[in-house]
Structure formats: C-alpha cells, structure tokens
C-alpha cells in the first residue's frame, strides 16, 4: 500500500489538538484523547495515536506536528524587543485602570530588562589562612583609628561646617 503523499482532515485535526490543546479549553491533550477528538474510533484511538506519532508508520504526520511545534515556538518566543514592548504595554493599561502598583512594577521590569537598575553581588572566597586573617584584622583596626581621628578634625570650608540648632 505506501506511505500516502498527503493529510488527511483527520490527521491534521489530530495533530493541531496534540499541538494546540483542547480548544475550548486550551487544556493539553494527550495523543490518546487528541485522537478522540480527531474523529477516530473510541475503542481504537490509542491505537491510532500511537501509529500517528510513529514516523516509520506516519512520517507526513510526525513532520506536519513538528511544523506546528516549531510555529508555536516562534510565536511564543521571548525576545528582548517583545519582552520590553510587553512590559510597556501592560504598564500603560495598567496605568489607564488606576493600578498604578502594577503599573510601576511593570516599569521597574522594563528598566531592569534594560540594563537601568543593576544587582550586584560580590563574593570572595576565603582560604583559612589565619596569618593573613590577622593581617585583614590589624587593616580593619588601623583604618577604624583613623577614620575616629578623622571624625575630630574640623574643616573651615563653609560646606563643612555643622548647622547649628
């Protein structure tokens, strides 16, 4: 018999519900109940399914269905560009109901997408040394003394100067 040269409706709505989900619900489904769905007899679908998704069995089928999976990853892809675009339009409808904490939150997202507000985080790994962890003490010390000597030079610079109450 062969392998047929084209899908038919069946195994088009098949896939299309493995791939998109119910459509009422747009719950997944699995091949199983895709199958149903699709038109195929309750007592055979998981047969059916089975034999769909095989490609030495089905191979216009399995191609079709990772066709319609990588579409859907394009449509859904995150990008900068759409991600920041997103961000801004949920900030202005937002705005536009009065949730101006959504609104600003959405903002504070966008700027952190965009490189505004930088987190950093420091770490430094310690080996136990303990000659070199006295030396870092006596450094603590010494600069504590001297920013105590510090605090009881007066300057007579006009900006230095303390208000008085």
Partial sequence: MGVPKRL?????KFVELLVYGDPKTGDPLNQTEA?????????????EASQLCN???SPLVVAYKEQLEEEKLQKHEITYTKHLA???????KAERKGNYQSAIRAEELRGKAGGI??????????????????????RF?????RRNRL??????????????D
């Fill in 8 to 12: 038919t409706d069946m195994q088009k």
């Fill in 35 to 47: 199958a149903k769905q699709a038109g195929y007899s309750h007592n055979n679908a998981r047969y």
């Fill in 55 to 57: 490609e030495k069995t």
């Fill in 86 to 92: 997103r961000l801004d339009k949920l900030g202005n």
């Fill in 117 to 138: 507000y930088v987190n950093q985080v420091l770490t430094k790994s310690v080996d136990a040394d303990i000659e070199e962890d006295r030396e870092a003490i006596k």
């Fill in 141 to 145: 010390e010494d600069f504590a003394t």
């Fill in 151 to 164: 605090k009881h030079i007066e300057s007579n610079h006009p900006l230095m100067q303390k208000k008085k």
